[in-house]
């Protein structure tokens, strides 16, 4: 007997393939650039020490690390601060799946229940990398991730059609599918030799105590 997908398997993935279509191009120019050099992306200060995490509105300072569409697997060091690709195997990383759904960064002076900055997912049309933006923190994706805790914040820049957001219920009103995407595709995009389980979403106060915790930590 063959086994029809659902209907919410279909919208998934119909969904996934659009996004995917409509970053191609991005993907490709990522890929070329990355592809002629691995030189680091140094900012004007450390990027982990040198800026503060929470602005004085309340917004949210995130250091773009991966552009939304691409899949090069570029990370801030810990130890020089610059961004750099990030080797696995003596090989570069890149992500055996459609590109990221979002802008994938983190956020400075903060420490996370992994022992890395909290990751953020800025909604959008690509960032460049190595930008730093403020966001409005709309909800947060928690997931285990190799038995280690690897949540990922869910935020929206101001000046993008995202902006009228300001929490998950506000997102699955206007953008219909945007959350299952962001669940399908951290469930997924490491392959099934990896232990990833997805917690669920959560909404901006469970947000906001996640990254006041991770800012504590830094500090002490």
């Known amino acids: 007997?063959?086994?029809?997908?659902?209907?919410?398997?279909?919208?998934?993935?119909?969904?996934?393939?659009?996004?995917?279509?409509?970053?191609?191009?991005?993907?490709?120019?990522?890929?070329?650039?990355?592809?002629?050099?691995?030189?680091?992306?140094?900012?004007?200060?450390h990027f982990i020490s040198g800026y503060e995490p929470i602005t004085n509105d309340s917004l949210v300072n995130v250091v773009i690390e991966i552009p939304a569409g691409t899949d090069a697997k570029w990370e801030v060091e810990k130890e020089?601060?610059?961004?750099?690709?990030?080797?696995r195997d003596g090989?570069?990383?890149?992500?055996?799946?459609?590109?990221?759904?979002?802008?994938?960064?983190?956020?400075?002076?903060t420490l996370a229940?992994?022992?890395?900055?909290?990751?953020?997912?800025?909604?959008?049309?690509?960032i460049e990398r190595g930008e730093i933006v403020e966001t409005r923190i709309i909800g947060v994706l928690e997931m285990i991730d190799d038995d280690e805790q690897d949540d990922k914040l869910i935020a929206v820049t101001t000046d993008s059609h995202f902006n009228r957001v300001n929490n998950m219920e506000e997102l699955d009103l206007h953008f219909r599918g945007v959350s299952t995407i962001i669940e399908t595709w951290f469930e997924n995009y490491k392959g099934s030799d990896f232990n990833v389980e997805i917690i669920g979403i959560r909404d901006v106060d469970r947000a906001w105590e996640i990254l006041r915790e991770s800012v504590e930590a830094y500090g002490n």
């Open 1 to 45: 007997m063959i086994t029809r997908p659902s209907l919410k398997t279909i919208f998934v993935l119909t969904n996934l393939l659009f996004f995917f279509s409509c970053n191609q191009q991005q993907q490709e120019q990522e890929q070329t650039s990355s592809s002629h050099s691995v030189d680091p992306v140094a900012g004007e200060h």
């Open 80 to 87: 020089s601060g610059h961004i750099a690709w990030e080797y």
């Open 91 to 109: 090989e570069p990383r890149v992500v055996q799946y459609i590109g990221y759904p979002g802008n994938y960064g983190m956020v400075p002076r």
């Open 113 to 126: 229940g992994d022992g890395d900055t909290i990751d953020v997912l800025v909604l959008g049309a690509p």
